[in-house]
C-alpha cells in the first residue's frame, strides 16, 4: 500500500509565522490630547477647587454734574467648581503553563507575560480614551438593538440600530464589562450571579459583541458598562464631588446644554456660563451650522477662544465635508474634462486632520456619529490622588494567585492603579454640532 500524507503527518515540520497579528485597534487619539495639553493636579481627599469669575463688576451709569448721585458700585463674583477623582484598574492574570509554554523563542513566537507587561499601559490608555468618551455614568453603549445567543446560550447584543450613533466603537476584545438595564438602575448578572462579562470578540461589521456567560433577564435594551459600579447609574448630580457620579466626567458631561444639570457641584441654570454652546442640526451637516458655532463662541467670550480651538469628529462627518466640497468642485468646473479627474480633497488618511470652517478638526472614530463637538485641551486637565502606577505592596508589584482555600495557585497577576478625573476650567468655551445625520457607518 502506497503511503498516504497521513502515514508522515507527524514526522512533518510545523511553520510558524515568527510575528503575532493583533486584530484589534489600539488608538488613545483624543484622551491623549488632554494628557498633553491640559493641566494634571494632585490632590488629596479634600477637593481640586476651580474658582471661576462670573463677573468683573462694576456700574456703568448716567450721572448729574451737578451734585447728582454718582450711584454704587459692584465688585468681583467668584465662585467655584470642584473636582475629585475615580480609582480604576487594570488587572492582567496570567497562568503558570501559559508562561512556561512561552518562556522560550524555540517553544513560541510570542512570550506570553513579557507580551502582557509591555503592552498593558497602552492597552490602559486605550480603555482611557473609551472612557473619555462618556458623560459620568460609565455607559459604554446605547441601548442594545437585539439581543440573542451562541455557544453554549452565552449572550450577544448588536448595536446596529439606525438611531445608534456610538455602536461597538466603545468597546474592544477581552474587555471587562458589566450590563444594565436601559434605565441605568438595574445591573444584570450572570451565571452564579456573577456582575462582570468580559467580551470575547466582536463583529465590528455586523456591531455584535460575543460575551463569555449568559446575562440573567437580558433584554434589547441593555447598556455594556464599566464593570465594578454601583446598581444605579449617575451623573450631572447635585451631590457630586466623591459621591452621586457614577464615574469619570467626560467629554459630554461638559458638552453639555441642559440647563437641569450640574457641572461639579454647580447648577447650570445658575451659572449659564457652563453651559457648552450647541447647534442643533437636524438634518445633514452644512457650513452654516459651524458658522453658526464660531458666533456663539465669539457671543459668549470672544476672539481668542479660536486660539487652540479642535473639533472632534466622526468619520462619518468628514465624509460628509468631503460630500459638500466635491459637489462644490462639480458645480464650479466650468470645461469639459478630457478624463477622469478625481475632486476627492487631500487629507484623506485616518491620522490626519481636516479643515472645516477655519477651524482644524481631529478624527475621531469613538465619537458619536451625530455630533461633533469642540473643545480646547488647554482648558482640560486631569485631578488626580496619584498618576497611573503598578500596584505595589512592600517593593513588589507582581503577585502570586491564591485558591479559594487560602493556597497558593499556580498563577501571578500584576495591576496598574489609576485615581483621577477630567475637570474643564471653561465649559462655556465648549460646543457641539447636534442632530447630524449620516449614512453607511
Known amino acids: ?57 462694576g456700574s456703568f451709569r448716567f450721572f448729574s ?23 480604576s484598574d487594570y488587572v492582567v492574570q496570567l497562568n503558570k503553563q501559559a508562561m512556561d509554554e512561552t518562556a522560550k523563542p524555540e517553544q513560541s513566537v510570542v512570550n506570553a507575560f513579557s507580551y502582557n507587561f509591555k503592552n498593558a499601559m497602552k492597552e490602559l490608555q486605550a480603555m482611557d480614551d473609551q472612557v473619555f468618551h462618556t458623560n459620568g455614568t460609565g455607559e459604554l453603549t446605547n441601548a442594545a438593538s437585539a439581543t440573542g445567543s451562541w455557544g453554549s446560550s ?22 471587562i464589562v458589566a450590563v444594565f438595564n436601559s434605565a441605568g438602575s438595574t445591573r444584570r448578572t450572570g451565571t452564579g450571579g456573577t456582575a462582570e462579562f468580559q467580551i470575547d470578540h466582536i463583529d465590528t461589521i455586523n456591531k455584535v459583541v460575543y460575551l463569555n456567560d449568559t446575562v440573567g433577564s437580558a433584554a434589547s435594551t441593555d447598556m455594556l458598562v464599566v464593570a465594578g459600579l454601583s446598581a444605579t447609574l449617575a451623573s450631572f448630580q447635585s451631590t457630586w464631588p466623591l459621591s452621586g457620579d457614577s464615574f469619570r466626567h467626560g467629554l459630554y458631561y461638559f458638552n453639555d446644554a441642559n440647563t437641569s444639570n450640574y457641572c461639579l457641584g454647580q447648577l447650570k441654570s445658575t451659572v449659564t456660563e457652563l453651559l457648552a ?10 457650513h452654516v451650522h459651524g458658522l453658526q458655532v464660531q458666533d456663539q463662541l465669539i457671543n459668549r467670550r470672544d476672539e481668542s477662544v479660536y486660539k487652540g480651538l479642535i473639533g472632534l469628529a ?24 478630457e478624463g477622469m479627474i478625481d475632486v476627492m480633497p487631500s487629507g484623506t488618511q485616518y491620522s490626519d486632520t481636516f479643515p472645516f ?6 478624527l475621531d472614530k469613538r465619537q458619536d456619529k451625530s455630533r461633533i463637538d469642540y473643545i480646547i485641551p488647554k482648558k482640560w486637565g486631569r485631578s488626580m490622588l496619584h498618576d497611573t502606577k503598578f500596584h505595589e505592596v512592600e517593593g513588589r508589584t507582581i503577585f502570586e494567585m491564591r485558591t479559594s482555600t487560602g493556597t497558593v495557585a499556580a498563577a501571578l497577576q500584576f495591576i496598574l492603579v489609576q485615581c483621577f478625573d477630567y475637570y474643564n476650567v471653561d465649559p462655556g468655551c465648549g460646543a457641539y454640532i447636534s442632530g447630524l445625520t449620516y449614512s453607511g457607518y
Do not use: C
Not at 451734585?67 to 475629585?84: A, H, K, Q, Y
Open 65 to 87: 454734574a451737578d451734585g447728582g448721585d454718582m450711584g454704587t458700585g459692584s465688585g468681583l463674583s467668584v465662585t467655584n467648581l470642584e473636582s475629585g477623582f475615580f480609582y
Open 314 to 337: 466622526h468619520m462619518a462627518q468628514r465624509t460628509a465635508v468631503y460630500e459638500t466640497g466635491i459637489a462644490l468642485t462639480e458645480w464650479m468646473r466650468t470645461k469639459q474634462s
Open 357 to 362: 470652517v477655519g477651524v482644524t478638526h481631529k
Open 277 to 286: 454652546n450647541n447647534v442643533n442640526a437636524n438634518g445633514a451637516l452644512a
Open 154 to 175: 452565552l449572550t450577544t447584543y448588536t448595536f446596529a440600530a439606525s438611531t445608534d450613533a456610538v455602536g461597538v466603537s466603545r468597546l474592544r476584545p477581552g474587555n
Open 1 to 57: 500500500m502506497a503511503v498516504v500524507a497521513a502515514d508522515v503527518l507527524q514526522a512533518q515540520i510545523e511553520k510558524v509565522r515568527p510575528k503575532v497579528e493583533e486584530l484589534f485597534e489600539t488608538s488613545d487619539t483624543v484622551a491623549a490630547l488632554i494628557k498633553k495639553g491640559g493641566e494634571a493636579e494632585t490632590i488629596s481627599h479634600k477637593l481640586y477647587r476651580i474658582p471661576i469669575v462670573t463677573r468683573r463688576g
